[in-house]
C-alpha cells in the first residue's frame, strides 16, 4: 500500500504502477456531469488553485449541514466512463495529476493523462458511507446555491482516503484493457476444458418491439 500525499508532483504520478493500491491525504475537489460540461461548453469552473488542489473525485456526496458547515453522509464514486466526452479536456485545462472514480475511462483521457503526468484511480469494493468517515473537513464549496448540493463542487480534506489502485497510469496503460485482453487470450482454452464446441453463440435477445 502507497500513502500518497495531495497534491500529487508529476514525478510520484509517474512513478506509480497500474494496479498499485494507494491512499491519499490532503485536499481534493469533487465533480460530476455539470461540473465538465460548464468547464468544457461554457467557460466557468471554481476559482480554486488548481495547482494546490489537483485531484479530481468523480462524485456526487449525500451532504448535510453541521453547525455552521457541513457533513459529508456518504461519497460513493460516480462511473467514469460517462466523463470520457469532457475527460481529456478537463485534464488538460486544470493540469490534473489525480483522478477517482470507478471503473475506467477512454482513449482520450488516457493520452491527456501521459501528457500532464496524471493517473485514474478506481475503487476497490468500498461504499461511501465507508469512505465518508476519512473526509477530515469540509473546506468549501461552490456553486451551491445554483447547481445543488449533487452537482455542486465541494473541496474536501482527507487522510488515507481509499484504498484506490490505479487503473489508468501516466504511461497511457489501462488495468481493465490489460484485463480484457488477458480474458480474451484465455477464453478459448477455457472453452475448450468445459467442452463448449468452438462454433457455440449465445442465444441472441430480441429488444422489445423487434419481431
Sequence with gaps: MKRLRLPLSEDEARSLRLGDRVTLTGALFTGRSRFHIRAIEEGLWPPLDYAAVNAFFHVGPVMRPQGDGWEVVSCEPTSSLRFERYGAAVVRRF????????????????????????VFLSKIGL??????????????????????????????EVEDFGPFFVAMDAAGGNYFHDLDREVEAALPGIERDLGIPADYAFTEVNRRGDA
Design 127 to 156: 461504499s461511501g458511507n465507508a469512505l465518508r468517515r476519512q473526509v477530515r473537513r469540509v473546506r468549501e464549496v461552490h456553486f451551491l446555491d445554483e447547481l445543488g448540493k449533487t452537482e455542486a463542487t465541494w473541496v474536501f
Design 95 to 118: 493540469g490534473l495529476r489525480t483522478l477517482i472514480g470507478k471503473t475506467t475511462m477512454g482513449p482520450g483521457t488516457a493520452q491527456a493523462l501521459r501528457e500532464v503526468g496524471g
